[in-house]
Structure formats: C-alpha cells, structure tokens
C-alpha cells in the first residue's frame, strides 16, 4: 500500500513558506506530525522547544527541517521577555500526557501553568495562539462531549489528574475572555507514526503491532459494565495525520476561535480496531481479554465520540481517512518497516 501523505495547494504551500512558527513538544508524538506536515507545505523558519532526552524522540526529529531547538525553560524565559513576537504562529502541543501521573503539582506547572504564560505573552504580542486541550476533559460523557457552548465546562468532571490539569485551561481561557482570540484542540484517541516514545500512553495499534509479533494475540480489557460487551467499548479513534490537518487549517483560519474537537467524529470499538490490525498484517483475528488494572477501572472512558459540528462550520472539508485505512497506512508503512514520518 502506497504512504498517504498531506495534499496542498501551492497557495497554501506559499503562505507557509513565508511563515516563521513554533511548535513546542515539537519532538514529540502530535507535535513532530505538525513539523511534517509544515515541512510539506515548505514551511522550514520553524523553532521546536521541547525535552528531547531519548534517542527515539531525537530520530522523530531527524528527517525534519527547522532551524532552532530550546529546552522548554529557555523557551518559558524568553517568552517573558517578548520572544513570542517574533513568530506568527505558536503551537502548544507540549505538555506531560501522562493519563496515570499522580504528580498533581507537576501537572500544574506544566499542563496548566506554563500554558497560561505562552498564552498570554501570545497574545500581548498579538500572535495567533493554538493549544492542545484533550477529549479526556470529558470525563465520562455524562456532561455531553460538545465543545460549545462554553458554560458547559464547569459541568465536566475529568477523571484522572492529567485531565484536570488540560481542563484547569480550557475554563481560564473561558474566564478570561482569551477563547475569542485562541483555539484549544480536544484532541480526541490520535494514533500514527512517530509515537513510540509514549511508552504506556501509545496507542492500541502500535501496542497490537507488538503483541502479535510477539504472541500472534491482541489483549484488551474486559469490560466492567452491563451495556458493553468485552472489547466492545469504544472510543473516537483519529489518524495523526488528519489531525495535523485540523490543526493547521483552525491555526489559519482566523475566524476559527475557542475549542474545537478534533475527531473523526465516529466512535469505534477496540475489537473492530483489533480486526484492522489483524488484517493488515494479514492475520486471521486472535483477541484475548484480560483483566483491567484496579486503579484505572473506575476512571475508564466506555465511550467517546467528537461532535465535530463546530470543525466542519469552520470550513474544514478534507475527507478524514477511515480507521481500516488508516491503521493500513500507519502498520504496512510505519511500523513494519520502522519508520517514522519523513523518512
């Protein structure tokens, strides 16, 4: 199966082109995807800012052009004194994505915090200012998972701290009034090349790529509610490369303020995820279930779906890839070969 790849118009290769743009946890799992995909569009007067301490978040930076990389306390500092004027464009895609950190103050100072200062010294400086929220600030869909209207989220209740620490910002922005000026992306369950650093927080499919290596079976957890059958709960499953897509286009519309979902919009289930990666190896399907840590089994999300209305009104028209389609083009062309974007 042939790679697919991001299609632009050379309008829109030019603008970028002409763009100077910082990306931080640029070399990270989101974050490496949207320096490709500027990359494609000939955007290269990039500055990435981010921990890059393992060897396989130095090989997603390897393929890439950009011109600059800070740590993020240098970055934090030079923020303070009006670095942040000098771009057109800051993408806050870093930040600790740890769904079982127990480290609520770390959270704090790094999710939410550090968040607040780019944010406003983004926008003292009148840039455009985009930043990752999480589709986990949903908690357990019984608030709704709308992304507007905004006094909707003081009735959300995250469950896990990392949620909190995303959703901490996400009410900021709306107490502050920033939410006509930014845009927050809730991103829903991205998966694609470049994430096997995230260790535990990779996806299913690159976990299910190792496991029937390894074993030739697929584990997922066994389901602790009457409504959903083992294997059967599901989540919104998003290729990466469609949500650098989202992204870019939200960053460069400037009607596009406040939070949007980033999802394809159609919940899946984790076994017709599991027959995908079976099939594109060409495997007959082998699923075991086994039994879900205790300390994460009152906190599991059964079901997640974006509501992708506001997206769409936006003006976003690209045709998103199908989950069989795109877990083909991430297995056949990213993991089989070891490959990450770029190479």
């Known amino acids: 199966m042939r790679e697919t790849t991001l299609s632009s118009g050379s309008s829109a290769n030019y603008h970028w082109a002409e763009r100077r743009v910082l990306v931080t946890g640029g070399a990270g799992f989101i974050g490496s995807a949207l320096v490709w995909a500027l990359n494609q569009r000939n955007c290269k007067n990039i500055v990435i800012a981010d921990f890059a301490t393992n060897e396989t978040k130095r090989r997603n930076l390897a393929p890439l052009e950009f011109q600059e990389y800070l740590e993020p306390e240098d970055l934090l500092q030079k923020a303070k004194a009006g670095y942040l004027a000098s771009f057109d464009y ?10 079982t950190e127990t480290d609520a103050a ?7 915090e550090y968040t607040k200062i780019l944010a406003e010294n983004s926008l ?6 985009v930043y990752a929220s999480s589709a986990a600030t949903y908690g357990d869909g019984s608030a709704g998972m709308d992304d507007f209207p905004y006094e909707g989220l003081e009735k959300l209740r995250p469950l896990n701290l990392y949620a909190e620490s995303k959703h901490l910002f996400d009410l900021e922005a709306w107490r502050q009034g920033w939410l006509d000026r930014i845009v927050g992306l809730k991103y829903f369950n991205v998966f694609g090349p470049n ?3 995230k260790g535990d927080m990779r996806s299913l499919i690159n976990k299910s790529y190792e496991q029937i290596r390894e074993t030739g079976t697929i584990q997922l957890f066994k389901s602790y509610r009457a409504e959903f059958a083992d294997g059967e709960q599901k989540r919104d499953f998003l290729y990466v490369k469609d949500a650098v897509e989202m992204t870019l286009h939200l960053a460069d519309t400037s009607s596009a303020n406040g939070l949007f979902n980033i999802g394809s919009g159609q919940a899946h289930s984790w076994n017709k995820l599991a027959d995908a990666v079976f099939s594109a190896l060409g495997k007959a399907p082998s699923i075991e279930y086994v039994e879900m840590p205790l300390q994460i089994r009152e906190k599991y999300q059964y079901f997640t779906e974006a509501n992708t209305r506001r997206l769409l009104a936006s003006g976003y028209s690209r045709p998103i890839t ?7 083009d991430y297995v056949v062309n990213y993991l089989v070969p070891g490959r990450v974007l770029g190479e």
């Open 322 to 328: 199908t989950l069989r389609d795109a877990i083909q």
């Open 90 to 99: 800051i993408f806050h895609l870093g930040a600790c994505s740890s769904t």
């Open 106 to 112: 770390y959270l704090r100072r790094n999710n939410f």
């Open 195 to 197: 994430e096997n650093h």
């Open 124 to 129: 003292r400086a009148g840039k455009r200012f």
